[in-house]
Each structure stands twice: as structure tokens, then as C-alpha cells.
């Protein structure tokens, strides 16, 4: 028989249809078996063989006429891709190799830039403890009516210190109120960091004014005698709830220098890859506020006592500057270092 004579889809299908069987047959053991089970060979033709077939099926849409050829293809490079391009582990180990290896190694990348934002914050706190002390009406300039919640210049002594050690009601009703700070709490944090495409200059004014309501209350409560019951009830939440907020300050502030200072590529390509390392920081803030609404919401609420309260903060402050500053070491110059924010990956 002349082959020649035969169909051009007919003899398409017939030159690279033994690609496209080896190609099925190791998906269907991927399928049945997962990744684990292929051989090295197979792993190192899969990619080769899924693109020899989406080569073909780009031919077939723009050439072919057999649509049941067609369909066959774009079953088969659709199957293939969830196995060229899925996570060779499972949610969980994702998780884990983020919270182990990759927030922490993202944080350090932009070590300056976190300290640039907690050195802005507390210079908010700093001015305003300083107005305070000269005149105690500036108050109210940092510290919405809403958010004092009458802790303000105006009432007594006792009633300040009867907000530091209030109870919170019965389990459903502390749930809620955590809920509700770690909400209140992530909204900010996430809005700090996107200001950061606007140059960072409104992030940098969100983090001063939350410095100078911190530094407002901490002024009223010092001027009361209450500086040790005060910084018993804001240090065990504050410590990862501050924290968590100066990291996306600083993600915001890494955005900003690559907008300001684009590198050799263009600017939309380093924002895309600098912009999931930062939103992988933004992640793991709000797990830690997460942590902080619970120690708020449920904790500060029902422990008044306060070496409790002091030890906690001392724990949850050394466990967070052990966790950023060597968890993952290792691990990252396994995997290959964890470009700097404003270089390129």
C-alpha cells in the first residue's frame, strides 16, 4: 500500500501516535499509583512526551480535520499536564515546607525593610507618648471614640484599671470576640501591604498612625500608674499581633523599592515574582494574627493574673525571634537560596 497516497491527518496520527500511547500509558500509572511509582526514565520522558503532544495537539486545532483525533489529544495533554505540573507533595507537606523553610527564609530576605517598618511604628508610638505628656487632649487626635471605648483622659483610675482585667463573657461569646479581632486585625495588615504599590508612602503612614495610637493608650495608662498591668494586657497579643503588622509594612516597603528601583527586567515581571514571596509573607502574618486574636479574644480575657500574662509574652517573643532567625536555614541552602527582596529570581 502506498502510505503516500494516505491521508495527511491519517499519516499525521500514524508518525507520532506511538508517542502519544507511551504518553498515555504513564499518566494511567500515575493515575493508579501517583508519582512515586514512576521510574526515573518515565520521569524524565513525561515532560518530553507531554510537550511532544501539546506540540501536536496545536497542529490538529489549526490543521486537522478529525475532530474524534482532536478530542483524543486534548483529553490526554489535559490529563498529563495535572501530573507535569501538580506539587509532588500533598497539602499538608506544602504547609509545613512553607512554614519551615519559606516564610521564615522570606522574612529574613527583607530583614531591612521589617525594620524599617517596626522603626516607623514606634516613632508614631514615641510622638505621641511625648504629646501626651504635654498635653493629654492630643489624645483624642490619635484614638477614635470607637476604638477607646471610653479609656480615655477623661475617665478615673479605677475604670482604666477594670478594662485591663475584665472578664469576657462564656466560651461562645470569647470565640466571637477573637473572631472578630483577628478579622478587624488581617483587614489591616492586608491593606497594609497593598499600599504598598502605591510607593509605600501610605503604608508608611498606616504603620505611624498605628504607632501613635499604641503610643496615645500607653501614655494615658502610664500617667495612671498602670504601666505594669498595661503592658501585661498588650504584650502576649501585641507581641504577634505588632509583629505580624510590621511584616507586611515590610513586604509593602519591598514592593515599593522595586517599583521605584525596577532591575534589569521589566517592572511587571519582577513585581509578579517579588509579589508571591511578599504574598507568602502576607500568609503567614495572618496566621500569626490568627494566634494573637486567640490570645486576645480568649486568654488576655480569662487570665488576670499577671506574671501569667508576662510569662506568655516572654514566650511567644522568644519563640518568634528563634523561628525567623533559624528555622529553614538549612533547608534553604538545600533547596538554593531565597533571592533578596529586589533581585530578581
Known amino acids: 500500500m502506498n502510505q503516500a497516497a494516505d ?3 491519517v499519516r499525521f496520527r500514524r508518525e507520532r501516535e506511538a508517542t502519544w500511547v507511551e504518553l498515555e500509558k504513564i499518566v494511567d500509572q500515575c493515575e493508579r499509583h501517583g508519582l512515586r511509582r514512576l521510574s526515573a526514565a518515565q520521569l524524565a520522558r513525561l515532560p518530553v512526551l507531554y510537550r511532544a503532544a501539546l506540540s501536536a495537539l496545536s497542529v490538529a486545532r ?47 530576605a527583607i530583614r531591612w525593610h521589617v525594620a524599617i517598618a517596626a522603626a516607623v511604628l514606634l516613632l508614631g508610638a514615641a510622638i505621641a ?38 472578664g469576657g463573657g462564656d466560651d461562645d461569646d470569647l470565640l466571637t470576640f477573637a473572631a472578630f479581632l483577628f478579622t478587624h486585625n488581617a483587614s489591616v495588615a492586608v491593606l497594609t501591604y497593598g499600599l504598598g504599590f502605591l510607593f509605600g508612602v501610605p503604608a508608611l503612614l498606616l504603620l505611624l498612625y498605628t504607632g501613635l495610637m499604641l503610643g496615645a493608650m500607653t501614655a494615658l495608662y502610664h500617667d ?3 504601666a505594669v498591668e498595661w503592658w501585661s494586657w498588650i504584650l502576649p497579643h501585641g ?20 517599583l521605584l528601583f525596577p ?31 486567640m490570645i486576645e479574644g480568649v486568654f488576655r480575657q480569662t487570665v488576670p493574673d499577671l506574671r501569667v500574662r508576662y510569662l506568655l509574652a516572654g514566650v511567644t517573643a522568644a519563640c518568634w525571634l528563634a523561628y ?14 531565597t533571592p533578596a527582596a529586589g533581585t530578581p529570581p
Open 224 to 226: 495612671r500608674d498602670l
Open 62 to 108: 489549526s490543521s486537522v480535520l478529525d475532530r474524534s483525533l482532536l478530542a483524543y489529544l486534548e483529553a490526554l495533554v489535559a490529563r498529563a499536564y495535572l501530573w507535569v505540573y501538580a506539587p509532588r507533595r500533598g497539602a499538608l507537606a506544602l504547609a509545613a515546607h512553607y512554614a519551615t523553610t519559606l516564610f521564615p527564609a522570606a522574612v529574613r
Open 263 to 293: 532591575g534589569p527586567h521589566s517592572r511587571l515581571h519582577d513585581l509578579a515574582a517579588l509579589g508571591r514571596r511578599m504574598g507568602g509573607i502576607v500568609a503567614g502574618s495572618i496566621a500569626m494574627l490568627l494566634l494573637a486574636g
Open 129 to 166: 507618648f511625648a504629646l501626651f505628656r504635654v498635653d493629654a487632649d492630643t489624645y483624642h487626635y490619635f484614638v477614635p471614640s470607637a476604638l477607646a471605648q471610653g479609656r480615655d483622659p477623661g475617665a478615673t483610675t479605677e475604670h482604666l484599671r477594670e478594662t485591663l482585667f475584665a
Open 7 to 9: 491521508p495527511w491527518s
Open 324 to 337: 525567623f532567625t533559624r528555622v529553614g536555614r538549612g533547608r534553604v541552602a538545600a533547596d538554593g537560596p
Open 239 to 258: 507581641v504577634s499581633e505588632l509583629l505580624a503588622i510590621c511584616l507586611c509594612g515590610g513586604a509593602a516597603l519591598a514592593v515599593a523599592q522595586r
